[in-house]
């Protein structure tokens, strides 16, 4: 059955249990994907809706973007066995995620997101070695080498004051990062391949003239 080569999903778990796991060395270990807006109003010991984000950390999709500077890629890629495919190049998206420290004590929350800080300073790729990230599933070689890098993106107060608003008015400490690239695709069941062209030959032929 075809599938979706890396979904974003999947690339979000990916994220979530690399963080996790350099958090460990700070005695923090809840990190959870899930929607910050959805964690409910007042103390968070009352909501059963988000329960499972009461003193986690809360990685929250904000928006994906189209990475322009990567559109044109080629449609030919060379597999390991020495043959070629031809496919179209992957979507290529930066995905901007909110990281929340969703903390009852607001100095807690400080303390943990100063840790999420240092986390991406010390290291700002996530390789194919990563804890956690999805096999390639029948499609060869075709992606060797994925990584995401993270780079913080800074908001003024109008942007911040929009991106809380869209996520229910109640802000909290957070920081958003861009995460680069997300490499999507449509992986079908056979990966059709053939050999390289090496020659090409042109067959004139030439009118006789009256």
Not at 9 to 34: C, H, P, Q
């Amino acid at each position: 059955m075809p599938r979706v080569q890396d979904s974003i999903g999947e690339l979000m778990e990916v994220i979530r249990l690399s963080l996790a796991d350099e958090l460990k060395a700070f005695a923090t270990t809840s990190v959870v994907v899930d929607n910050i807006a959805m964690a409910g109003a007042g103390s968070l010991s009352n909501s059963n809706a988000g329960g499972g984000m009461k003193d986690a950390v809360v990685l929250t999709l904000i928006r994906l973007t189209e990475d322009a500077s990567r559109r044109n890629q080629e449609r030919f890629r060379h597999l390991a066995n020495g043959k070629f495919t031809y496919r179209n190049p992957p979507k290529r998206m930066d995905m901007e995620v909110l990281i929340t420290a969703n903390y009852t004590r607001y100095v807690d929350a400080l303390d943990v997101l100063s840790r999420v800080a240092a986390v991406f300073q010390r290291g700002s790729a996530i390789t194919e070695d990563a804890i956690g990230w999805p096999a390639v599933v029948g499609a060869g070689a075709l992606f060797d080498g994925r990584h995401l890098t993270a780079s913080l993106v800074p908001l003024g107060f109008e942007q911040l004051n929009h991106v809380w608003g869209m996520l229910g008015g109640k802000q909290r400490p957070a920081l958003l990062y861009r995460f680069q690239s997300a490499d999507i695709e449509y992986v079908p069941d056979t990966v059709v391949t053939g050999p390289a062209i090496l020659t090409t030959a042109t067959d004139l032929k030439l009118r006789d003239h009256e």
